[in-house]
Each structure stands twice: as structure tokens, then as C-alpha cells.
């Protein structure tokens, strides 16, 4: 069997707010893959000592001598590519950016893969905006296939990426990790034997544990981006309830973002200082140490945003449900593929705050139908996010896809 040799492509790599595709490449170490690392936005040279190839923005002024280069050599190529910037106006500025980006890249270091003596195989792009951008552009130069990643913002924001149904019509494999992202790329155009659902991946899954008894201060946790779609006003709204109520609480919100100072005069017009704590990005152990041993609740209240945006299936909650944390969720894109009302979780509409109050309380409580909801939800994350197993899957499926059954040195 040939060990598959892939390029990896990143919008950014490594980035403090997308750990589950650090754990993604961590896990593909396993596999019989040989695989480069190609980040096109910053990033770090070196992570866990292998080495990263960052785009360096300064060096786009060789589009000067590399574009009129390949449009010698590839005319129908940018003929293509010119023909699909006029079926439809990029849906935002920043959208329009990421795809630039990604073909730039491409045509500036597409004649140093071209000499390489062992060319990759394929490349995988891990999201649907810049990195299958460059993929494209690469598979039209070269000939390189590729296989990309359509999971979030990059399929729903703004009706999704710009080039999205051009890019999905020639990778030979989509990897989406919800059944709700799925079917949206099914309704842009996708064959169903391409979309391959393979959720993300955990490193460690914690054992099921005793129940902690919660304190007279009850421990609320929330994890992510301080974006619209995570609905952190709704959270303060439901969070101002349960005070008027008469509930003693303390909820640490971690995560930094554009909606930081928003967030902070919100939290004092409601009173809420005493009560509520942005803490800001912090270390990934320190965020899990506060999900094991400090947290009795975790929420989430993710929305879809004004723009379209929303998240398929946060990580936080599976990471909340691997450290066997009782789960409240809103009903949002893929959340209730993981969390089912009473069986795994809790699920209340945003809007309801007596429902909110009444769920958190609920999950508090130390009870024989909860600990039949931690047992549920930590089979659940067990089954679905072990990290070596859909590693093994994906690696599988992209051999499938690009290799098929071709020997060593085909």
C-alpha cells in the first residue's frame, strides 16, 4: 500500500481558536501519511516540531512575474477562472480577500511543486474559503486533486463562500462533520457519495466520574469567539433571569473577539458584574481544567448571525460532554446532533428565559435521571469524537478518493 503523501492547506496554522484541526493533523500522524503543512495566512513556522510553510504576504509582488508566466502556459485556466468571477458577486469583501488569497498562492509557488521530484498526491484544503481557493488553482495548473473541508462560516455566511459550488465540483472528497452542513452542501450541488461526515476529534475522552455536588454558588461556563452567532447577549439576557430569580450563581465566559467591550458595558447595564467574568483566550489546559473541575453547567447560545453565519457542531460542546459537564443548548445548525433534549442534554429556544432558568437549575441537581444524561452524553462523545478512529476514517476515504487502488510507485 503507498504511504499517501498530502498537503495540508490552512487559512491559518496553528490558530488558538480551531484546536480541533490541531488535533486533526496530531491524530493523522498515525496513519500511514506523509503529509506538509502549508499555512496561507501568518501562522507559526514550527508547531510541535514540524515545520509549517507560512505565506509570506510580501512575496505577492512576484504575481508580476509568476500570473503572466502561467497564462502563457495555461490560458484556458484563467479563461475558467475568469468566467466564474462573473456567474456571481462575492458575497463580502473579506470573502472576495480569502479566495485572492488562496489563488495568489497558488499561482506564486505552483512552478516549485511542479519541480518537486515527489509531488503530493493530493491536497487537502481544510476549509472551503482560501484553501480550496489554492487548491483549485493548483488542481488547474498541475493536476494535483484535491480534497477540502466545508463545515461552518465557509458554507452558511453571507449564503457561503464565493466559489463554493465551483470548488466542491471539482474536489474529489468533501469532509463536513455535520449533518446539517451536509445537507446544505447537497442543496448547492454536491454528489452524495462525495460528502464524507466524519466528525472532528478529542485527544483524551475523561472516564465517567461521581457526580461533584454543586455549591450554594452555582458554576455556569461558557467557551468561545465573542461573535454574533454565539449569541453572548441572549447569554447575559437568560443569565440577568436567573439573578432576578433569586439564583446564586457565578459564570465564566471564556473566549476573546470583536464583541469584547460590547459585551462588558452590556454586562453593567444589566448589574451583572458580581456575577459574570470575560476571562478572555486562555491555554487550552486551562480552559479544560475549568470544564473538569471547576464548572457545574456549561451553555451555549448559538444563533445564526445577521450575515448567515452560525457553527455545525461546536467543539465545546463535545469537549463539555468529554469532561462529562452537564450541556444546555439553543437549537442551532448541528448542536442537536449531539445534544437531544433529556437524553444528552438540554435543549431551550434562546428566547425562552423561564426555560433557560428551569434547565440550568435542572441540570444542577444531582439526581438519578441526570447521571443517566451523563452516561447517555459520554457514550455519545465516546462514540463519535475519538480522535485516532475518525483519523483512521478520513486518511481512509482520501486514499479512497485520490489513490484508489494503485499500487507502490504508481
Not at 474529489?172 to 447537497?186: G, N
Not at 457565578?250 to 476571562?279: F, H, M, T, W, Y
Not at 446532533?337 to 433529556?342: K, R
Not at 480522535?387 to 481512509?396: D, E, H
Amino acid at each position: 500500500m503507498p504511504r499517501l503523501r498530502l498537503a495540508y492547506l490552512f487559512t491559518t496554522f496553528p490558530e488558538t481558536s480551531e484546536t480541533f484541526l490541531q488535533r486533526e493533523v496530531r491524530a493523522m500522524r498515525t496513519q500511514p501519511v506523509d503529509f506538509t503543512l502549508h499555512s496561507l495566512w501568518r501562522g507559526k513556522a514550527k508547531w510541535e516540531s514540524q515545520q509549517v510553510e507560512c505565506f509570506d504576504l510580501i512575496s505577492l509582488w512576484q504575481l508580476i512575474w509568476w500570473l503572466p508566466y502561467w497564462m502563457v502556459r495555461k490560458p484556458r485556466v484563467f479563461l475558467e477562472i475568469a468566467t466564474l468571477f462573473t456567474r456571481r458577486a462575492p458575497p463580502s469583501a473579506v470573502n472576495l480577500g480569502e479566495n485572492l488569497l488562496g489563488f495568489a498562492y497558488a499561482i506564486i509557488h505552483a512552478r516549485r511543486w511542479e519541480a518537486l521530484p515527489e509531488r503530493p498526491h493530493l491536497c487537502h484544503a481544510v476549509w472551503a474559503t482560501a484553501p480550496a481557493a489554492a487548491a483549485l488553482m493548483l488542481e488547474r495548473l498541475l493536476g494535483i486533486p484535491y480534497t477540502m473541508g466545508a463545515h461552518a462560516y465557509d458554507v452558511f455566511q453571507h449564503g457561503g463562500d464565493w466559489l463554493l459550488a465551483e470548488k466542491l465540483r471539482h474536489a474529489r472528497l468533501i469532509h463536513t462533520t455535520t449533518e446539517s452542513t451536509r445537507a446544505r452542501l447537497l442543496g448547492v450541488g454536491a454528489a452524495p457519495e462525495q460528502v464524507m461526515l466524519i466528525r472532528r476529534g478529542l485527544d483524551s475522552i475523561l472516564p465517567l466520574s461521581p457526580r461533584r455536588t454543586p455549591g450554594k454558588t452555582l458554576h455556569l461556563l461558557a467557551i468561545g469567539r465573542l461573535i454574533p452567532k454565539k449569541g453572548y447577549f441572549e447569554l447575559l439576557n437568560i443569565l440577568s433571569h436567573l439573578r432576578q430569580h433569586g439564583t446564586t450563581f457565578e459564570c465564566r465566559i471564556v473566549g476573546g473577539g470583536p464583541l469584547d467591550s460590547s459585551l462588558r458595558a452590556r454586562i453593567r447595564e444589566l448589574s451583572l458584574e458580581k456575577n459574570v467574568q470575560l476571562l478572555g483566550v486562555l491555554p487550552y489546559e486551562e480552559t479544560a481544567q475549568l470544564q473538569r473541575e471547576w464548572a457545574d453547567v456549561f451553555l451555549f447560545t448559538g444563533l445564526v448571525a445577521p450575515d448567515g453565519d452560525r457553527d455545525g457542531l461546536p467543539n465545546v460542546l463535545p469537549e463539555a460532554m468529554a469532561a462529562v459537564l452537564p450541556v444546555i443548548t439553543s437549537s442551532v445548525a448541528g448542536t442537536t446532533e449531539a445534544i437531544v433534549h433529556g437524553k444528552t442534554g438540554w435543549v431551550v429556544p434562546l428566547d425562552d428565559l423561564d426555560g433557560w432558568q428551569e434547565a440550568i437549575l435542572s441540570a444542577a441537581r444531582v439526581s438519578e435521571s441526570n447521571e443517566k444524561i451523563r452516561q447517555n452524553a459520554h457514550s455519545w462523545v465516546t462514540d463519535n469524537f475519538d480522535a485516532s478512529r475518525n483519523a483512521t476514517r478520513l486518511a481512509s476515504a482520501i486514499r479512497h478518493a485520490v489513490l484508489g487502488n494503485r499500487s507502490e510507485g504508481n
